[in-house]
Nanobody, 114 residues
Framework: QVQLVESGGESVQAGGSLRLSCAASGISFSINTMGWYRQAPGNQQRELVAAVGSGGIANYADSVKGRFTIFRDKNTVYLQMSNLKPDDTAVYYC?????????WGQGTQVTVSS
C-alpha cells in the first residue's frame, strides 16, 4: 500500500521559515512528479504550490516564487518555505503522480500569524 507521510507543519509568525517533508513508502519505482498543494481555510479547492519532476525541474505558483523552494531526494520531497505570510496559512498536502497513479498524503497544517 502506497503512503505519503508529511511532517513539518507548525504555527509560526510572519516572516518565519518552515521546512515540510514528505516521504513515500510502499512504492518500488521513482515517482514521476512530486509536489505540494495547499487548501486554505474556507476554500474548497487545493491549489498547486510547487512540483518537481524526477529530473529535478521544478515549477512554482506565482504567489510563492522567490520564497519557497521544492527539492527531492528519490521519493522524498521537501518544501522549504521562507518569509512566510498569513496568506500561506493552509493545510499542505503532498502529492505524487504519474500517468497511471495519483497519491496524496493526509495533510499537514501550516499557520502563519501576523
Amino acid at each position: 500500500q502506497v503512503q505519503l507521510v508529511e511532517s513539518g507543519g507548525e504555527s509560526v509568525q510572519a516572516g518565519g521559515s518552515l521546512r515540510l517533508s514528505c516521504a513515500a513508502s510502499g512504492i518500488s519505482f521513482s515517482i514521476n512528479t512530486m509536489g505540494w498543494y495547499r487548501q486554505a481555510p474556507g476554500n474548497q479547492q487545493r491549489e498547486l504550490v510547487a512540483a518537481v519532476g524526477s529530473g529535478g525541474i521544478a515549477n512554482y505558483a506565482d504567489s510563492v516564487k522567490g520564497r519557497f523552494t521544492i527539492f527531492r531526494d528519490k521519493n522524498t520531497v521537501y518544501l522549504q518555505m521562507s518569509n512566510l505570510k498569513p496568506d500561506d496559512t493552509a493545510v499542505y498536502y503532498c502529492n505524487g503522480r504519474g500517468s497511471a497513479y495519483n497519491y496524496w498524503g493526509q495533510g499537514t497544517q501550516v499557520t502563519v500569524s501576523s
